[in-house]
Each structure stands twice: as structure tokens, then as C-alpha cells.
């Protein structure tokens, strides 16, 4: 799951060179530390429909015959901002989205959980060398707004050790074949390819923040939400997760280990 993000970047030229798109004439470009999709705010996107332009999209998809799009979100909670990828040819709410509305929604980072047994401990997934995360979306659009979805699939090996519990990702796609995801020429088997073949090879790092991250009621939106957080107890289970893993990942490096009193995980 991915229900909330980071879009730090004061202007958007940087989005706009990465992507390799112009914002929209009406585009209002505001950055944010911190976002959570429950509030349905506006998140950027380059678009199937219009690949060139960066445009506005609400987070939190709806089928594209809703009336009431508020009441629609409450029944749907977080199924309206993460659809699985496993189903979307038969999700209602993306079966034509995924084939005509494809989306590559750029983020510089998002946030995930971390689990000690009951205890949950946010993390902040972003690129070390690049400004941008491209994670792949759908969207609908009703009177003139887009409505979207961030896809996720199964965690690869280092997302494993961040998003402990449901071991769960937003496809995050590299950036190689991010103008590929929003061309009207793939059919059914090169969508799947992309969605679950084509993960990012940028290198990531992932550290905990504070514990407020992943609550959708806290003011997170404030700068120190990016500081790293130094918690010994995740560091040493984080040790113990990689000695027990099967594959190694070399971003594992890069999993806590830039934060007060560095721990190198592999000493």
C-alpha cells in the first residue's frame, strides 16, 4: 500500500526535466514534505492521454459513472488510492482505465510501515541519486477531473524489509520506460510486463522518520517529517530480517544506515 507521499521539490522544473514534460498552462504547482491520500489533495501526473503535459490529479479513484464522489470515497477508504495490479483488468474502477488512462505520477518519496510486532515504525522510501520516483497510476476522469490510483504489487526483496507486514509496493517504475507506460500502443501483455518485469533499477534508500508518518489525522505536512529517526530497535530486527533473507539487495546498504549513529547492517 502507499497512502501517503513526498513531493519536497520547491519548484516543479526539476519534475518537468525528469519527465521530460511542461506543467500545464492552469497548473498551480505546490509542493508538500508530506501528503496523505485520505485527504484527496492534488498530486502530478504525465498522462496517457496527454504524455507531453504535466497535469492535476485528485488522489482517489472512483468508477467513472460516480455521482457523489465523496460518498463513493468513504465507502471505498483505501481502496480508492492503491489499486492491486494483480486485478486491475477486472477492478471496475480501472478495467478502461488501465488500457486508455494510464498515468506516471513522479514522487521524491513515500512512506511506508515498518512493523515490531504491534509496534509501527514510518519509513521514508526515495531515490539517493535522482529527484524523481515514477510509480504507475490510472485515473478517471468526471466533469473535468482526473481521479487516480497508485498501482502496487508484491514487495521486491528490499521492500520486504521496509513494508514488513503486508509486503506490499507502489510500482515503481524505471525511469527507461516511463514514456513506454503512458504510449497508446501496448496491449494487454506488455501492460503486465511493465507492471511486474520493469521495477526501477535507481538506487533507494529507506529510513524511519518520525512515528507520526503513516498516521492520516497528524499535521505531518512540516520539514522534520524527512529528518531521519534513530531507533536501535529497528536497526538491530533490520539486521536480523537481512541474516534470514534468501536474496541479497544490494540497496540494503542503504536501509537505515544514514541515521544518527550509523549501523552498517552487513558488520
Given at each position: 500500500?502507499?497512502?501517503?507521499?513526498?513531493?519536497?521539490?520547491?519548484?516543479?522544473?526539476?519534475?518537468?526535466?525528469?519527465?521530460?514534460?511542461?506543467?500545464?498552462?492552469?497548473?498551480?504547482?505546490?509542493?508538500?514534505?508530506?501528503?496523505?491520500?485520505?485527504?484527496?489533495?492534488?498530486?502530478?501526473?504525465?498522462?496517457?492521454?496527454?504524455?507531453?503535459?504535466?497535469?492535476?490529479?485528485?488522489?482517489?479513484?472512483?468508477?467513472?459513472?460516480?455521482?457523489?464522489?465523496?460518498?463513493?470515497?468513504?465507502?471505498?477508504?483505501?481502496?480508492?488510492?492503491?489499486?492491486?495490479?494483480?486485478?486491475?483488468?477486472?477492478?471496475?474502477?480501472?478495467?478502461?482505465?488501465?488500457l486508455k488512462r494510464r498515468c506516471i505520477i513522479p514522487v521524491?518519496?513515500?512512506?511506508?510501515?515498518?512493523?515490531?510486532?504491534?509496534?509501527?515504525?514510518?519509513?521514508?522510501?526515495?531515490?539517493?541519486?535522482?529527484?524523481?520516483?515514477?510509480?504507475?497510476?490510472v485515473y478517471n476522469t468526471i466533469n473535468g477531473i482526473n481521479y487516480t490510483s497508485i498501482l502496487t504489487a508484491p514487495a521486491n526483496s528490499f521492500m520486504e524489509m521496509v513494508h514488513n507486514g503486508k509486503k506490499r509496493q507502489p510500482i515503481m517504475l524505471d525511469p527507461n520506460y516511463w514514456k513506454e507506460w503512458v504510449s497508446n500502443d501496448l496491449n494487454d501483455g506488455q501492460i503486465r510486463h511493465l507492471m511486474f518485469q520493469c521495477d526501477t533499477e535507481q538506487e533507494l534508500e529507506a529510513f524511519t522518520v518520525l512515528r507520526t508518518a503513516t498516521n492520516?489525522?497528524?499535521?505531518?505536512?512540516?520539514?522534520?517529517?524527512?529528518?531521519?529517526?534513530y531507533f536501535p530497535e529497528v536497526v538491530e530486527q533490520q539486521k536480523y530480517d537481512i541474516r534470514q533473507a534468501d536474496v541479497y539487495n544490494e540497496n540494503w546498504d542503504n536501509l537505515n544506515s544514514g541515521n544518527q549513529n550509523p549501523t552498517n547492517l552487513f558488520g
Open positions: 500500500m502507499c497512502y501517503s507521499t513526498s513531493n519536497k521539490e520547491k519548484s516543479i522544473a526539476q519534475m518537468e526535466r525528469e519527465l521530460e514534460a511542461q506543467k500545464k498552462a492552469s497548473l498551480n504547482y505546490k509542493p508538500h514534505y508530506w501528503m496523505t491520500g485520505f485527504a484527496h489533495e492534488t498530486i502530478y501526473a504525465v498522462t496517457q492521454e496527454n504524455p507531453s503535459i504535466i497535469d492535476e490529479m485528485t488522489w482517489g479513484i472512483v468508477e467513472p459513472w460516480t455521482n457523489d464522489v465523496s460518498e463513493r470515497w468513504k465507502k471505498l477508504a483505501g481502496k480508492s488510492l492503491n489499486t492491486q495490479a494483480e486485478y486491475v483488468f477486472e477492478n471496475n474502477r480501472s478495467e478502461e482505465a488501465i521524491t518519496g513515500y512512506f511506508e510501515p515498518y512493523k515490531i510486532k504491534s509496534a509501527s515504525y514510518p519509513h521514508l522510501v526515495q531515490p539517493v541519486h535522482e529527484t524523481y520516483l515514477g510509480l504507475l497510476g492520516a489525522r497528524a499535521d505531518n505536512n512540516v520539514p522534520e517529517i524527512l529528518d531521519k529517526q
